[in-house]
């Protein structure tokens, strides 16, 4: 009916539009056993501290590497990375629409602009459209976004783990503070 092209391309279009918005979604997870938090993707990375079975862990959206995933253990605020093979996701992430960024101008380019301000005494990890931030301690930084759609995850210890959705306007000026 259809040539072999036309229906490989809607086959391919269709792929994209259900599901890349999966690879963006956040998993929720803990250890199966004591695990090792690890510097980088593999057992030759050095070990940074034993996961307990307690922790909550946030998986990122990364590719799998060496069989192992990059996240964030919310006890401790770091981000490092598990073997896949000893996690047990328990739960997604809904990004819902919020209203954090708080609009404080706008600018001659198309481009939106964020200015982070770490308020607490911790350092802040920020994961902005699958880009991850560590900011320091009363540190300000800028983040230049192409994307309107915004999806985040942030956490801090003494501050309960923030993450959601927002659509800002192009050539807009955003401030997102962080105090305890």
């Not at 980088?40 to 940074?48: C, D, M, W």
């Not at 922790?55 to 590719?63: F, H, I, K, S, Y």
């Not at 994961?127 to 230049?144: A, F």
């Not at 801090?156 to 783990?161: D, R, S, V």
Request: hydrophobic share 40%.
């Amino acid at each position: 009916m259809y040539p072999r092209v036309l229906r490989n391309f809607f086959f391919i279009v269709f792929a994209c539009i259900f599901f890349s918005p999966l690879q963006a979604q956040l998993r929720i997870g803990s250890a199966n056993t004591g695990l090792n938090f690890r510097e980088g993707p593999g057992t030759e990375f050095k070990i940074l501290h034993t996961i307990d079975t307690s922790n909550l862990l946030v998986v990122l959206p990364r590719e799998v590497k060496n069989d192992f995933l990059e996240v964030f253990d919310v006890e401790t605020s770091l981000r490092g990375y598990v073997s896949q093979n000893h996690i047990q996701i328990t739960d997604t992430l809904a990004f819902g629409k919020q209203n954090f960024f708080k609009k404080s101008g706008t600018q001659k380019t198309e481009d939106i602009e964020i200015e982070i301000i770490n308020g607490t005494t911790h350092v802040l990890f920020v994961w902005i459209n699958q880009i991850s931030y560590n900011i320091e301690p009363r540190e300000k930084k800028i983040l230049i976004l192409e994307d309107e759609e915004v999806i985040y995850f942030t956490s801090t210890p003494g501050l309960f783990p923030v993450f959601g959705k927002e659509i800002l306007e192009r050539g807009g000026k955003y401030v997102w503070k962080f105090v305890q």
